[in-house]
């Protein structure tokens, strides 16, 4: 699980994420990120019920995302705000083909080390 400072919260800084951050798309994942004036990186996740119906789905989906983001952690760029849509057909993926489509998304936003 994400530690508390690694996670975007607010609403508005949500809201900033979007309006002036950087996107990037990648197989079923959309990834906005914004530089931000702290040495972390805090994250977010998206995914609304165009993915599933089913509440136990789309939190699967979650739990799947934020700990592949946990472990690849490391290895990205600190000081970003990121935020990770999830679009209708990551469902379907299993856990090793959302992690390629994630190190793609990061090398392709360029904020991977």
């Given at each position: 699980m994400?530690?508390?400072?690694s996670?975007?919260?607010?609403?508005k800084d949500?809201?900033r994420?979007?309006?002036i951050?950087?996107?990037?798309k990648e197989?079923?994942?959309?990834l906005?990120?914004l530089p931000?004036?702290?040495n972390?990186?805090?994250?977010a996740?998206?995914?609304?019920q165009?993915?599933?119906k089913?509440?136990?789905?789309?939190?699967?989906?979650?739990?799947?995302?934020?700990?592949?983001?946990?472990?690849?952690?490391?290895?990205?760029?600190?000081g970003?705000?990121i935020v990770?849509?999830?679009?209708?057909?990551?469902?379907?993926?299993?856990?090793?083909?959302?992690?390629?489509?994630?190190d793609?998304?990061?090398?392709k936003?360029?904020?991977?080390?």
């Amino acid at each position: 699980m994400l530690s508390k400072s690694s996670r975007l919260q607010k609403t508005k800084d949500i809201k900033r994420v979007f309006q002036i951050g950087r996107a990037t798309k990648e197989g079923f994942l959309i990834l906005k990120a914004l530089p931000n004036n702290s040495n972390q990186n805090r994250f977010a996740f998206i995914v609304s019920q165009k993915l599933s119906k089913k509440a136990n789905l789309r939190n699967k989906v979650k739990r799947r995302l934020r700990e592949l983001v946990r472990l690849k952690e490391n290895k990205i760029k600190k000081g970003q705000d990121i935020v990770i849509i999830a679009v209708p057909g990551l469902e379907k993926k299993d856990f090793w083909e959302i992690e390629e489509t994630i190190d793609k998304l990061f090398e392709k936003a360029k904020i991977k080390l």
